[in-house]
């Protein structure tokens, strides 16, 4: 970000009102009527600093029948969202704090004027329903999955095998940490398909061809060698069998991950095809599968590969 982007940033956000909207919209998607009725403000100076963090591309619109739902926009130059994200974490504000109770009230009006998924439409994977979470969506359409012999590297505590085992023939879990490895073991301990091991991701202990399934689940960003990972993971895979990765897409923020003991910033796309090619995989697709809404607003990008 050139030095003219930076201080028309800081000439747009020179005003409180539009500092106030936008943390708004952060964690929210609003009308012109709520963001007034949270603010205490008329509309039509709402939409006067609307249109300008608009057309500073701050803010996206949708049109929901005579409705216009904003909300934060968290795409565009990464440089400029961290600056708009510095500023506004080093504020602590009895204003914002009063806004943020308000919308609590506003957004229980809403729900009351209209049902609840005409409130959410266009945006309803954010929110939360009763029974309605990703958690039984994913075990719903795991019933049409079967899967052989699975391998799950970094398998951590045995959630994935959980979900996966009444689908697969058998399933291994490998972990690093021997702590995670005990708590796995009493997760599973009624699949009688499942065994977890104890072992390291660059030499695995097992041989070579076993697997029709190795996933890789945000195992890379723990590997110092990730190269060296991806080739054990493909020698134990059997001919035509898959190998599924996904992992944090190439990132700056090495302060925000270094509490999870992340061994690297993550990988591009041309990064995870390449390690794939190298383990002599063909890779059947390389992809970024989300965009966390949320700063620093982190990537996931996935890999699908099978053994020739």
């Known amino acids: 970000m050139d030095l003219a982007t930076a201080s028309s940033v800081l000439r747009l956000l020179a005003d409180p009102t539009r500092v106030r909207l936008l943390a708004l919209l952060d964690r929210e998607e609003l009308t012109v009527a709520e963001l007034a009725a949270v603010l205490h403000l008329a509309q039509p100076r709402v939409s006067t600093h609307l ?77 939360y329903s009763p029974g ?31 979900l996966l085992a009444p689908h697969a023939r058998s399933i291994v879990c490998v972990d690093a940490s021997e702590r995670v490895v005990e708590a796995a073991a009493k997760r599973l301990a009624p699949f009688r398909n499942v065994e977890v091991h104890f072992g390291d991701m660059h030499a695995l202990t097992l041989e070579a061809g076993r697997f029709d399934l190795v996933l890789m689940l945000h195992a890379l960003t723990y590997s110092e060698h990730p190269a060296k990972a991806v080739a054990e993971a493909a020698r134990v895979l059997r001919s035509g069998g898959k190998l599924l990765a996904a992992t944090l897409g190439k990132h700056d923020h090495r302060a925000v991950v270094e509490p999870f003991d992340h061994r690297n910033l993550g990988f591009t796309e041309h990064d995870l095809r390449k390690l794939a090619t190298q383990a002599k995989l063909d890779v059947i697709s390389c992809n970024r599968l989300s965009r966390e809404r949320k700063a620093p607003h982190f990537e996931v990008i996935s890999l699908l590969a099978r053994k020739p």
């Not at 701050?58 to 500023?87: C, K, P, T």
């Not at 990703?134 to 079967?146: A, G």
Request: hydrophobic share 40%.
């Open 51 to 127: 249109a300008k963090l608009k057309e500073a591309e701050l803010v996206r619109d949708r049109r929901a029948g005579v409705s216009a739902y904003y909300r934060a926009n968290s795409e565009g130059d990464e440089r400029q969202h961290a600056l708009i994200r510095s500023l506004r974490e080093s504020i602590d504000d009895a204003l914002l704090r009063e806004d943020a109770a308000r919308l609590t009230a506003v957004l229980a009006q809403r729900a009351n004027q209209h049902g609840w998924a005409d409130t959410v439409a266009g945006d309803m994977e954010r929110h």
């Open 132 to 162: 309605r979470t990703w958690e039984t969506l994913t075990r719903s359409l795991l019933q049409l999955l079967e899967t052989g012999d699975v391998l799950d590297i970094a398998s951590g505590d045995g959630v994935t095998a959980e």
